[in-house]
T-cell receptor, first 112, second 116 residues
Framework: GENVEQHPSTLSVQEGDSAVIKCTYSDSASNYFPWYKQELGKRPQLIIDIRSNVGEKKDQRIAVTLNKTAKHFSLHITETQPEDSAVYFCAATINQGGKLIFGQGTELSVKP | GAVVSQHPSRVICKSGTSVKIECRSLDFQATTMFWYRQFPKQSLMLMATSNEGSKATYEQGVEKDKFLINHASLTLSTLTVTSAHPEDSSFYIC????????????FGSGTRLTVV
């Protein structure tokens, strides 16, 4: 079945440093890859997404890269701030609107 | 933007009773609704997918007779946890999409279920 693997499970960085979270997916038909930030007890918030016809997408301090051949995608956060501390999830789906499968999550801690 | 209202936000029930969770799309028609369960410090695990007017499709290992899903209209989907047990205690969250994916995946605010 579909599977999304996410690493690392925890990540601690100093304020101002960059953070990178990596995900791999199993289904070569997957073509939509969103990233979510979730605070404790809250709903996931979409922070960036990428479709399979694009290799990279950037939005201010956040970027996502996709390697379809290797079936992996990564989230890059630059100039991290304490308020970036949260749990981040990658996800993948076959077709927009199809079922969304989540990675295991990464707990990011940004130390001031 | 699109909003999905989920109720209740928290519920405590006795073991053996049933609990119904509602998700309503307030300003769009939710063609498809997804239901997830999230245990503490774990990921969102997809339980089932429902399309308006059709029977839900359950993920492997999810008991369809225990987790009843109804998606009778384009704005309302319900998840009923029947004969709840303490191991069913979890955070349940819905996500809705439109057929044209106009609003992406819109998540409800989640329901914290505690079975005592």
């Amino acid at each position: 079945g579909e599977n999304v693997e996410q690493h690392p499970s925890t990540l601690s960085v100093q304020e101002g440093d960059s953070a990178v979270i990596k995900c791999t997916y199993s289904d070569s038909a997957s073509n939509y890859f969103p990233w979510y930030k979730q605070e404790l007890g809250k709903r996931p918030q979409l922070i960036i997404d990428i479709r399979s016809n694009v290799g990279e997408k950037k939005d201010q301090r956040i970027a996502v890269t996709l390697n379809k051949t290797a079936k992996h995608f990564s989230l890059h956060i630059t100039e991290t701030q304490p308020e970036d501390s949260a749990v981040y999830f990658c996800a993948a789906t076959i077709n927009q609107g199809g079922k969304l499968i989540f990675g295991q999550g990464t707990e990011l801690s940004v130390k001031p | 933007g699109a909003v999905v209202s989920q109720h209740p936000s928290r519920v405590i029930c006795k073991s053996g009773t049933s609990v119904k969770i509602e998700c309503r799309s307030l300003d769009f028609q939710a063609t498809t609704m997804f239901w997830y369960r999230q245990f503490p410090k774990q990921s969102l695990m997809l339980m089932a997918t429902s399309n308006e007017g059709s029977k839900a499709t359950y993920e492997q290992g999810v008991e369809k007779d225990k987790f009843l899903i109804n998606h009778a209209s384009l704005t309302l989907s319900t998840l009923t946890v029947t004969s709840a047990h303490p191991e069913d205690s979890s955070f349940y969250i819905c996500s809705a999409t439109t057929g044209d994916f106009l609003y992406g995946y819109t998540f409800g605010s989640g329901t914290r279920l505690t079975v005592v």
